[in-house]
């Protein structure tokens, strides 16, 4: 851990369930942060720790070397951060995006921080809040080598395994989303099979131990559909939440924009979208993924 006096000066924007995760990782490695949330609610909850909180995206630029951002979306981002009010404190320091965006988003806000005379780097966060705040996250990466290093010494708090993709903004998006793509399908088809076996009063447990963990064997997929899969056979919706059903749907909604963005087909996750609304409507806006099962199998 460097020493004070060699360390950044970090922002971070947005305390939501992965923002406080991010901010929390850095007060345990050393760092003195500065915070902003709109809601002052959330920063407030950091009065008592060694970070400053800020009441204004410009108060935290300004008091920060690098500004790490982690909003809802894209159009937070650019209602928040990429304006002309903020432009002036940005001017000179480094935004770091680790906000879930397409790769068009990403250029779109690299090409404002250029113009404004900020250095500006994509990362893309694959991990829950829980394991960014133990320092086993991996976080990838993409921006020129020189903005990579002058981030690297934040970026290695935060995470186990840092993967730098490209110098090309939006290739970690990309990367990213096509992960999400594939796992979206394979979480909803989890679900839809455990359906089955909930409505056939087949055994849920040999399902989840032998026909999926089994064929799985071992791994972070493994070890995601079999939680999912024990939180949707109990129902016991409100434990262990990782993200949020809205955070998923942000998510899924960037793997859709960018899909049609470079005209790739996407019905399928289309459904999944579906789903996903079926299961909010149900009331299920402080729920993990695995409440997507009561759209799939309604409780009776």
């Known amino acids: 851990m ?29 760092f003195d942060i500065t915070v902003w949330n709109r809601s002052p609610g959330k920063a407030q909850a950091y009065a008592r720790s060694r970070a400053l909180i800020a009441e204004s995206v410009t108060a935290a630029v300004e008091a920060s070397d690098i500004i790490l951002v982690c909003l809802l979306d894209h159009v937070a981002t650019m209602a928040h951060v990429a304006t002309k009010a903020v432009a002036p404190a940005l001017r000179g320091k480094t935004l770091v995006q680790l906000t879930s965006i397409t790769a068009a988003s990403s250029r779109e806000l690299g090409a404002w921080a250029r113009s404004n005379g900020t250095a500006y780097l994509e990362g893309q966060i694959q991990d829950y809040p829980d394991t960014v705040r133990a320092g086993a996250a991996t976080i990838v990466c993409a921006g020129p080598d020189e903005i990579y290093a002058t981030c690297r010494t934040v970026l290695e708090a935060l995470a186990d395994r840092l993967v730098h993709a490209s110098q090309a903004l939006g290739s970690a998006s990309t990367l990213v989303n096509a992960q999400l793509a594939f796992s979206f399908m394979t979480y909803a088809g989890m679900l839809h099979g455990l359906a089955m076996c909930q409505k056939a009063g087949v055994s849920s447990d040999i399902f989840r131990d032998v026909m999926v963990r089994d064929y799985l064997k071992s791994g972070p997929l493994a070890d995601d559909l079999d939680a999912m899969a024990r939180t949707a056979q109990s129902r016991t919706f409100d434990e262990s939440v990782g993200a949020t059903l809205p955070v998923w749907l942000a998510s899924l909604r960037e793997v859709l924009a960018e899909n049609r963005q470079e005209g790739l087909g996407s019905e399928h996750l289309q459904a999944v979208e579906k789903l996903m609304l079926a299961a909010l409507a149900a009331g299920h806006d402080d729920h993990d993924f695995a409440a997507v099962i009561d759209a799939i199998n309604p409780p009776d």
């Open 2 to 30: 460097p020493s004070n006096s060699d360390q950044p000066r970090v922002a971070v924007l947005g305390l939501g369930n992965m923002g406080s995760a991010l901010a929390d990782r850095l007060i345990a490695q050393g």
